[in-house]
């Protein structure tokens, strides 16, 4: 695993990308800087890492453009060692930046084969969130309530088991909408029957597939 000055001078270039285009936290900045991208992407796609655009990885699936983690991050609105669930391991990209922020973490991937790829990486750079394989869109009971939840793939609606899973002050971020564009969407959980939604900005995410998502 090589990571170069040639790399660092990318990330740096990168972060100030984010900056201009409104990502002002110093420490979702700082974890840009620390997390090498390029060793998420397989081969054929690997010099365009530090393009601020989503990338193939294997089964079909992404890894998010660096802004929509950034965003999606910022939204999150951490503190130091905040309990967060991440929904949509995927490469474990946005679970390093949240490891390298100092959080604490748990991810769900859907696919084994990406959940075994994303845990193998961690665990050599040196990352240690709880990785689980499984349907997301129903949480991870287990290790509830979180303070935070973080859904990293389009879903039809706020499923009910991440909401309930949500300590209360607690925040969700979850793109909602259809399979093509969906709104960023964020839902507080005010207390234990009442929750508090704001939408955001248009994205496209590839689909939450599962109970509480699309059919797959
Ligand atoms: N966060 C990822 C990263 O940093 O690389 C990118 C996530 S990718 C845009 C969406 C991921 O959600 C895919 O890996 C997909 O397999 C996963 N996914 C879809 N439905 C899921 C579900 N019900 N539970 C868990 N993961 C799911």
Redesign the pocket.
């Known amino acids: 695993m090589i990571d170069t000055y040639k790399h660092k001078g990318q990330r740096r270039l990168l972060v100030q990308a984010l900056e201009a285009k409104g990502i002002t936290d110093e420490k979702i900045l700082d974890a840009f800087m620390e997390v090498p991208r390029h060793l998420?992407i397989d081969g054929a796609f690997q010099h365009e890492a530090y393009e601020d655009r989503a990338l193939p990885?294997h089964?079909g699936?992404?890894?998010?453009q660096p802004f929509t983690?950034a965003y999606q991050t910022q939204l999150l609105a951490l503190k130091p060692k905040t309990k967060i669930l991440?929904?949509?391991?995927?490469?474990?990209?946005?679970?390093a930046i949240l490891c390298a922020m100092g959080m604490r973490v748990f991810s769900?991937?859907?696919?084994r084969p990406?959940h075994q790829k994303a845990k193998a990486l961690l665990a050599d750079l040196g990352y240690a969130p709880y990785l689980h394989c499984g349907?997301?869109?129903l949480g991870w009971p287990r290790y509830q309530p979180f303070q935070r939840i973080l859904v990293?793939?389009a879903s039809p609606g706020v499923p009910e088991p991440l909401k309930l899973q949500l300590e209360t002050g607690g925040r969700l971020v979850i793109p909602v909408g259809g399979r093509q564009r969906q709104k960023m969407t964020v839902v507080t959980r005010l207390s234990k029957n009442e929750f508090e939604t704001y939408r955001y900005d248009n994205f496209s995410?590839?689909?939450?597939?599962?109970k509480h998502?699309f059919e797959a």
């Open positions: 998420f990885i089964e699936q992404t890894i998010s983690v991440e929904i949509g391991t995927g490469s474990g990209y946005q679970a769900v991937e859907r696919s990406l349907d997301g869109s990293t793939a995410f590839v689909p939450l597939l599962g998502g």
